[in-house]
C-alpha cells in the first residue's frame, strides 16, 4: 500500500492528465523507498494498521514525512537524467533532510562488529 495517494502526487506535481499516471507512479514508489530507508524504520499509512514484528520504531505517517515524499517525487519526475556533475555520495535535498531529522533512527553499533 502507498503511503501517499496517487491523486495528491499528481496535485503535488501539478499534472491534470493521466499520460504519466505509470512514470508518477514509479517515481512515488521509489521516493517512499528512500524515504523509508532513510528514516531506517517502517512507516505505516493513517489508515493502516502497525506492522506487526517491527523492532519498536515503527511510526504513522506524518504531514512532515508526506511532504518529504512529495518534494523528493517532485525532484526525480523533474530531473529524469542523472547528474553528470555529481560527485561523491548523493544525498537527499536539503529540505528533504530537514523534514525527517526528527524521524530518522539513529543506531548505534556495538563494537567487535
Known sequence: MSLVDIELAKKHLRID????DDTVTLYLSAAETIITEYLDRLVYASDG?????DDGTAMEITPAVTAAILLLLG???ENREADTDATGD???PKAV???LAPYRVWRVLSEGC
Request: glycine letters at 6%; proline letters at 6%; charged letters at 20%.
Open 75 to 77: 525532484d526525480l519526475y
Open 90 to 92: 548523493a544525498v537527499l
Open 17 to 20: 492528465f493521466s499520460d504519466d
Open 97 to 99: 533532510r530537514a523534514l
Open 49 to 53: 494498521t502497525a506492522p506487526t514484528g
